[in-house]
């Protein structure tokens, strides 16, 4: 559990956190990610969607770097316009976890009492579905698309954000800073967000950043299963459904959606992992 009272100096956590190896690893490839993100358009060498009929299963090339799939299509290509859409949709997902998880947890923390046993229960039953299974469950009655399984991770992770906000809430509601709020009179609504809230955002970052690796993963897996993102979206765990069929003739279909996958899952780990060291307090 980590306490943060010495506020945010981006300077200074970046400089901590490139001096750890998983943290200078995570952010070289962030910063490699971020870059294809941000420049699909003119790094990609074809659209993602074009067919080349003649080129169907290629082997990589000079001309494929990753080779083509069963349409002709790029693979690189493909690979580069994913990244927007299942990275983008992965924080999309956990930033609206973490917003409501959060606004959840804090306020039944700080409120206690019987207000916090009760809504904690109901955490605590929702918590109890595995986030597939919830998911699952979230976009059959929402339909199936890209954004509507964005909808449903961040539905799955919200009981898990809310009981960790809960968890450090309870922590901080007993500091000095808080009484001495308390006793100048400070409504609940001010206590809350000007002295409880920030003082829990590292633990949140961490948490954060931790499950945007298991967003990505679950993503794909939604939309492996058809309930994600549909044909012919360049989505990598669309990819690795429509490649299931040639990936014993032509492996590299399935090979580099599979890399990619847990390339951005492994840096996303990585990056959680430094946090927690650096925003820990102990360490300083």
Not at 9 to 32: C, E, H, T, W, Y
Not at 89 to 116: E, K, P
Not at 195 to 221: C, D, K, Q, W, Y
Request: charged residues 15%; glycine residues 8%.
């Amino acid at each position: 559990m980590l306490i943060w009272t010495g506020g945010f100096n981006m300077i200074d956590i970046l400089r901590r956190l490139v001096k750890q190896p998983q943290g200078l690893i995570g952010a070289i490839l962030f910063s490699i990610l971020a870059i294809a993100i941000i420049f699909c358009p003119m790094i990609a060498p074809y659209d993602p969607e074009t067919f080349h009929f003649g080129n169907r299963l290629n082997s990589p090339s000079l001309d494929f770097w990753m080779g083509t799939d069963q349409f002709g299509r790029d693979i690189f290509s493909r690979l580069l316009w994913g990244a927007r859409s299942t990275i983008t949709l992965s924080l999309l997902a956990t930033l609206m976890a973490t917003v409501i998880g959060c606004t959840i947890g804090v306020i039944s923390g700080y409120i206690g009492g019987r207000f916090d046993e009760i809504v904690m229960r109901f955490v605590d039953a929702a918590m109890a579905i595995p986030n597939l299974l919830f998911s699952l469950m979230v976009v059959t009655v929402l339909g199936s698309n890209a954004i509507n399984a964005m909808i449903a991770i961040g539905i799955a992770f919200t009981p898990g954000m809310a009981r960790v906000a809960r968890s450090v809430t309870l922590s901080v509601r007993t500091l000095d800073f808080v009484a001495a709020a308390d006793a100048r009179g400070e409504s609940g609504l001010w206590i809350t967000a000007r002295e409880i809230t920030p003082n829990i955002l590292a633990s949140v970052i961490v948490e954060g950043t931790i499950r945007v690796a298991f967003a990505i993963m679950l993503l794909a897996t939604l939309s492996f299963l058809g309930l994600g993102a549909q044909p012919p979206a360049p989505e990598w765990g669309l990819m690795v459904s429509e490649a299931r069929e040639f990936m014993f003739k032509s492996g590299w279909t399935i090979f580099w959606p599979g890399i990619a996958i847990a390339t951005v899952a492994l840096t996303f780990n990585l990056l959680g992992d430094a946090l927690r060291d650096v925003l820990n307090p102990k360490t300083h």
